[in-house]
């Protein structure tokens, strides 16, 4: 999973913008003062800080601009971009090394320092989904009877349909999804003529549930999903 932060563009293109205002503003009568030295500094040191990567010194300088400038939109996320920039290297890491747990770690430290950014909590909310997709499909690897691999498969192909990086899933959840339904049939079957084979039995040994059981035999066998496996009541009536 690639996650992608990235704001620079639209601080070049406002950049530009300022600068055009700025020469249109020249040529006529000042009715304002030039900008504080401070403000231009810190807009060069914030753009050569996002050049070279450095996240952490590009906040603290987008920080003291959004101190001179509090009602900035542009500004607020440029840093929430920076934040995420900061971590999401991190992330795709832990995520390349199998490390789920680690990466759902990293975010939630994230979090905790700087506040509940979009970013982070997408990251978080798509970190989980995939921390559940893989218990879902380790489950179902290890499950025993159709009632579970049924169970996980339909909660893994929630997960992805609603998680689109995982459709790569989707042709393996087909596959057990067939294994799935014949391993119900085998299942079946056993039942059914474990049951049969109680019955006859129970009456050779003049037990009274013997008629119970026998009814549950029919009430299985003849399910329309077993129309082409039903086990004929006499089956063992050769070996009586």
Same mark, same amino acid.
């Given at each position: ?6 704001? @620079? ?8 913008? !300022? ?24 807009? !060069? ?10 996240? %952490? &010194? ?23 971009? %920076? ?8 992330? &795709? ?28 909590? +997408? ?13 879902? !499909? ?9 009632? +579970? ?5 339909? +909660?893994?192909?929630?997960? !992805? ?7 790569? @899933? ?16 085998? %299942? ?53």
């Amino acid at each position: 999973m690639v996650l992608k932060y990235s704001l @620079l563009w639209r601080c070049f293109v406002l950049l530009s913008a !300022v600068t055009v205002l700025a020469g249109a503003a020249g040529c006529g009568k000042k009715e304002v003062p030039d900008p504080p030295l401070t403000r231009n500094r810190l807009t !060069v040191d914030m753009f050569k800080s996002l050049e070279d990567n450095k996240h %952490e &010194q590009a906040i603290e300088k987008i920080i003291k601009m959004k101190a001179l400038d509090t009602e900035n939109i542009f500004l607020a996320e440029l840093e929430e971009s %920076e934040v995420s920039n900061i971590y999401m290297g991190t992330v &795709q890491q832990q995520l390349n090394a199998g490390d789920i747990e680690g990466a759902i770690k990293t975010v939630d430290a994230a979090r905790k320092r700087h506040g509940l950014y979009r970013s982070l909590i +997408q990251a978080d909310t798509e970190l989980k989904k995939l921390r559940s997709l893989q218990e879902s !499909v380790a489950n179902m690897l290890q499950a025993e009877s159709s009632e +579970q691999v049924f169970a996980e498969l339909e +909660q893994s192909q929630n997960i !992805v349909s609603e998680y689109p990086p995982a459709k790569a @899933l989707e042709p393996m959840l087909a596959r057990k999804s067939i294994e799935a339904a014949r391993m119900a049939r085998q %299942e079946s079957l056993r039942t059914r003529f474990s049951l049969l084979c109680d019955t006859v039995t129970m009456r050779n040994d003049k037990n009274k549930c013997a008629d119970t059981i026998a009814a549950e035999f029919e009430l299985e066998n003849n399910l329309p999903e077993n129309k082409t496996s039903r086990i004929p009541a006499s089956f063992l009536s050769s070996e009586q």
